[in-house]
Structure formats: structure tokens, C-alpha cells
């Protein structure tokens, strides 16, 4: 038995080890505010491409969305994240949600479905783009929904983080909440330095086509 449970520490360590180095791996690809922006095309649900480069000169925010997920829900169902939608595509921000969950995952959404939820939900991006093979998602490291990046007219990073400072699933807390985008691109556009420019994301793990996802942990780790 002693020589089991020596045998099964030592394991553990291994494993251990293993995570913190993975981690540790993953955590030196975030990209940081002041880079570059990856450049990307995709392809949204109504068939129409969308390149990061044609919006050279407009703010973009990227919004990591996941259909089945308690955090997204927390900000679909009461409505906040149509009306931030609504708030900045009004101002000339470009709003692009990003579906990277594999097929098969819970929040797996086909053109059509995702169409459908849009309409249900008032939902107001300037388009949904379709990621089943997580190569956005990569490009960006993201990890979790709801994970939220801003881009300057420039092509850099202004954010990168949570939508707020309230990691919990409860839509009560949002009117009280601090929403690191809203702020971002408000002392952005008001000429000023924005003041948090990366938070540790929260909700539930994108389900990548290969596997795993990055260095967050978030509050729902994947089952499926």
C-alpha cells in the first residue's frame, strides 16, 4: 500500500507539472494590447466573408458566443448583450460574434440555427461568424464564451478580456457591473489611454475541434 500511494503522489506530480508547463505554454500566446490584430476571414450565417482588413479603420469588437452557456445566457436572456450591440453598431463599431465550438459540441450551431436564435433573441452584430474548425478562435486564443476583444481603427489589440467584472451567471449583476468593452472603446474614442486592457475571460471553455482550450479557466469546463 505505502508503495501504491508513493507510486500515485509521484503520478500526480507528473500530471501536475505537465498542466503548469501546458499552461504556462499557452498563457505566452495571449496576445497582449498593442499588437497586432491576427488577421482573419470568415464566413458569416448568411454566407457573406468578412476579412479583418476591410474594416481597417473602424473599432471591432469580437465576441466569442456559445448558445448553450449560463454566461452567455446571462447576457442574451436579459437582453444587455443586443442592447451593447445595438449601442456601438449605432456608433460605427463593427460587431462581430464568433461561433468556434466543434461539431457536436453542445453550442455547435449551423448557419440556419444560428439564424434562427438571432431572430429570436433581437440579437443585433454585424454578423455571426462561423468557426467549427476554431481557426478564429486560435488565431485569437480564445477561451471561453463570453471572451471579448476589442481592435482599434489601427489593427491593435485594445482589450482582451471578460465583459465585465462580475463572473457569475446571474443577470442581476450586470447593472452593477464594470463592462471592460463599453470602457475600452469609450476612452478610446475620447482620444484617451484605455485604462484595463486585459482581464482574465470567464464562462464556458470553447469546445475546439482538437481539443482543450488555451490557458483560462473558466467556470464550466468542457464535458462534451
Not at 85 to 105: H, Y
Request: proline share 5%; hydrophobic share 35%; glycine share 10%.
Amino acid at each position: 500500500m505505502e508503495r501504491y500511494m508513493k507510486m500515485l503522489g509521484m503520478t500526480f506530480a507528473a500530471v501536475l507539472s505537465l498542466q503548469l508547463l501546458c499552461m504556462g505554454a499557452a498563457s505566452a500566446e495571449v496576445i497582449k494590447a498593442g499588437q497586432d490584430a491576427p488577421a482573419f476571414t470568415g464566413t458569416d450565417s448568411n454566407g457573406n466573408k468578412h476579412s479583418l482588413s476591410e474594416y481597417r479603420g473602424k473599432y471591432v469588437v469580437l465576441e466569442w458566443h456559445g448558445y448553450h452557456c449560463p454566461w452567455t445566457l446571462k447576457y442574451y436572456g436579459s437582453g444587455a448583450m443586443q442592447a451593447l450591440q445595438r449601442e456601438w453598431t449605432a456608433k460605427g463599431v463593427v460587431w462581430l460574434s464568433i461561433l468556434s465550438d466543434r461539431p457536436g459540441s453542445e453550442s455547435y450551431r449551423t448557419a440556419e440555427s444560428e439564424n434562427i436564435y438571432l431572430k429570436k433573441m433581437n440579437a443585433a452584430p454585424t454578423a455571426a461568424l462561423l468557426d467549427p474548425d476554431g481557426t478564429i478562435g486560435h488565431l485569437y486564443n480564445a477561451q471561453s464564451t463570453l471572451h471579448m476583444i476589442v481592435v482599434s481603427p489601427e489593427g491593435k489589440i485594445l482589450y482582451n478580456g471578460a465583459i465585465d467584472d462580475h463572473p457569475t451567471n446571474d443577470p442581476a449583476d450586470i447593472p452593477k457591473s464594470r463592462n471592460y468593452v463599453s470602457e475600452a472603446l469609450t476612452e478610446s474614442m475620447a482620444g484617451k489611454q484605455v485604462a484595463v486592457s486585459t482581464t482574465h475571460p470567464y464562462g464556458c471553455w470553447i469546445r475546439y475541434k482538437n481539443g482543450g482550450a488555451g490557458s483560462a479557466l473558466p467556470l464550466v469546463a468542457p464535458n462534451g
